[in-house]
Nanobody, 121 residues
């Protein structure tokens, strides 16, 4: 079992920045992928960004150039730096962890409880 605890959400004005953090604990494998999903009211959950244990990253088109995902393997922590935030970024953001990026996107993964990001216009 893996536990994921997110922090860093909140209310910010459009154009502002926030940094989300997610600390993993429990049965940690050195080979894994971690990422962030988000779900806005009335919309489907979408994968915003992920990063593999080797450092490869991937972003949904709507956040490219604005969001940066990074990780500290020694701390089993993943971060999501969000800049130039827009009202449409408002959502619950969920940290996830899986054995691979494929599993993160399509298969079995662990989920955090989520943290709310609200961007006001």
């Amino acid at each position: 079992q893996v536990q994921l605890v997110e922090s860093g959400g909140g209310l910010v004005q459009a154009g502002g920045s926030l940094r989300l953090s997610c600390a993993a604990s429990g049965s940690i494998s050195s080979r894994n992928a971690m990422g962030w999903y988000r779900q806005a009211p009335g919309k489907q959950r979408e994968l915003v960004a992920f990063i593999t244990s080797g450092g490869s990253t991937n972003y949904v088109d709507s956040v490219k150039g604005r969001f940066t995902i990074s990780r500290d393997n020694a701390k089993n922590t993943v971060y999501l730096q969000m800049n130039s935030l827009k009202p449409e970024d408002t959502a619950d953001y969920y940290c996830t962890r899986a054995a691979s990026d494929y599993e993160l996107r399509y298969g079995m993964k662990y989920w955090g409880k989520g943290t709310l990001v609200t961007v006001s216009s």
